[in-house]
């Protein structure tokens, strides 16, 4: 009698064990296909900004970042809130030396960047590849809901989202002006418009702002010469110059550049690369709002 009861409390147990092994064991969909991780990841490396972006706004520090060998071009909003890490190396190229000696559970890479590297990545740990690099700023989000249920914490993440939309809606509400605007960077060689496929560009759109360049709908970016830029001519060009010295200034000599509106207006702004360009996160895009509404609306 004992043995019987002892039998069927022992395998009661065992359901038992099993049911929650199985609860904790986390699927989610990214651009390869299904990741399975047994449970949620501890130790996370991340190889795109935008993911660091994601882990920092729910309280998560990766062990391992590919910074560019820079820790200052994440952006303060995100360094703020995270442990210090190992750099894995350059986004470009992340070290799998280094990032097999940091074991981690997890590995967060771009689809753009990280496709060829993914078998070599996924020898060393579980990997997914999610968009960064050209994605939107709805695109962004939809990765951060992956990220989120991916290290266990969905409904933070969920809830975070939530308030970061609540935020962009009362920046929106205040962006009322029908000029237009544009996003570039330049440097020695030429000028890249960013267009309304790009992060920074579909921000604007979502924000209710007007853009300067609506019919690229084919790329995210596109290289501009002054011409270009004269047919564009926007109200509000918002800027980054990777170089001192760059196209801009051999321009501001030209007389098609006096028929600019922002040489009459002076609306050229100066904005930061991590900000406006690198980083593509949620933290990001709320310093940029803000950025937008000092300006704007000064």
Same mark, same amino acid.
């Given at each position: ?151 266990? *914490? ?76 004269? *047919? ?67």
């Amino acid at each position: 009698m004992f043995k019987f009861i002892y039998q069927r409390l022992l395998g009661a147990l065992i359901l038992l064990c099993t049911a929650l092994s199985v609860q904790a064991s986390i699927e989610v969909e990214h651009e390869l296909g299904t990741l399975t991780l047994p449970q949620a990841p501890k130790r996370i490396v991340v190889l795109e900004y935008s993911f660091i972006d994601a882990l920092a706004s729910i309280g998560i520090s990766p062990i391992g970042v590919a910074d560019d060998l820079d820790p200052q071009r994440i952006i303060p909003a995100v360094r703020e809130l995270l442990d210090p890490w190992t750099s894995v190396g350059m986004r470009s190229q992340p070290s799998l030396e280094v990032i097999a000696r940091l074991k981690p559970d997890l590995i967060i890479g771009d689809i753009y960047r990280h496709r060829v590297s993914y078998q070599d990545l996924s020898q060393v740990a579980p990997t997914m590849l999610l968009k960064s690099r050209g994605e939107s700023y709805l695109d962004a989000l939809e990765a951060a809901k992956v990220i989120g249920k991916a290290v266990g *914490k969905e409904s933070e993440m969920l809830a975070r989202i939530s308030q970061h939309k609540q935020l962009m809606d009362s920046y929106r509400e205040r962006f009322k002006s029908e000029e237009t605007i544009q996003f570039t960077t330049v440097n020695e060689r030429g000028m890249w418009m960013h267009g309304p496929l790009s992060f920074t560009g579909s921000l604007f759109s979502y924000l209710g702002l007007k853009s300067a360049l609506p019919d690229l709908q084919d790329n995210h970016l596109i290289q501009a010469n002054l011409e270009v830029l004269l *047919k564009v001519n926007p109200d509000w060009l918002f800027y980054v110059r990777s170089k001192p010295v760059t196209v801009l200034e051999s321009w501001e000599n030209n007389p098609l550049f006096k028929l600019l509106k922002i040489s009459k207006t002076g609306q050229v702004v100066q904005v930061s690369s991590a900000l406006w360009s690198l980083n593509r996160g949620m933290l990001a895009a709320e310093g940029i709002a803000k950025e937008l509404d000092e300006v704007l609306n000064n």
